[in-house]
Nanobody, 127 residues
Framework: QVQLVESGGTWVQPGGSLRLSCAASGGTLGGYAIGWFRQGPGKEREGILCTEAHDGSTYYADSVKGRFSISRDNAANTVYLVMNALKPEDTSTYYC????????????????????WGRGTQVAVSS
């Protein structure tokens, strides 16, 4: 059973940057596809970035393309979501998730087909 714990959420001004962390225990993240999802107030949870472990293929939602990226530290069993040029509409609770298999990372992000969820970390973007 993989446990995921997100951290790094905070308040930031528009245009700012933030890095969220997702630390894993009970399993090695290097063997999983990783996704970052978010859920804003009154909105459905959406997949914003999903990446495959074995070939690095990555899906980005249009809303974050060019601004958000993902990196892995396999030694630390941690993945990071790097967020730049933040906008007020990025205000959400951010969740990381892991999946053993999906037809594609796009499928994983769109259909939220994951095996493990973290509990989330809140990001607020405002002036």
């Amino acid at each position: 059973q993989v446990q995921l714990v997100e951290s790094g959420g905070t308040w930031v001004q528009p245009g700012g940057s933030l890095r969220l962390s997702c630390a894993a225990s009970g399993g090695t993240l290097g063997g999983y596809a990783i996704g970052w999802f978010r859920q804003g107030p009154g909105k459905e949870r959406e997949g914003i970035l999903c990446t495959e472990a074995h070939d690095g293929s990555t899906y980005y939602a249009d809303s974050v393309k060019g601004r958000f990226s993902i990196s892995r530290d396999n030694a630390a069993n941690t993945v990071y979501l790097v967020m730049n040029a933040l906008k007020p509409e990025d205000t959400s609770t951010y969740y990381c998730a892991a999946a053993a298999w999906n037809p594609s990372v796009e499928f994983m992000c769109i259909h939220k087909t994951v095996a493990y969820w973290g509990r989330g970390t809140q990001v607020a973007v405002s002036s």
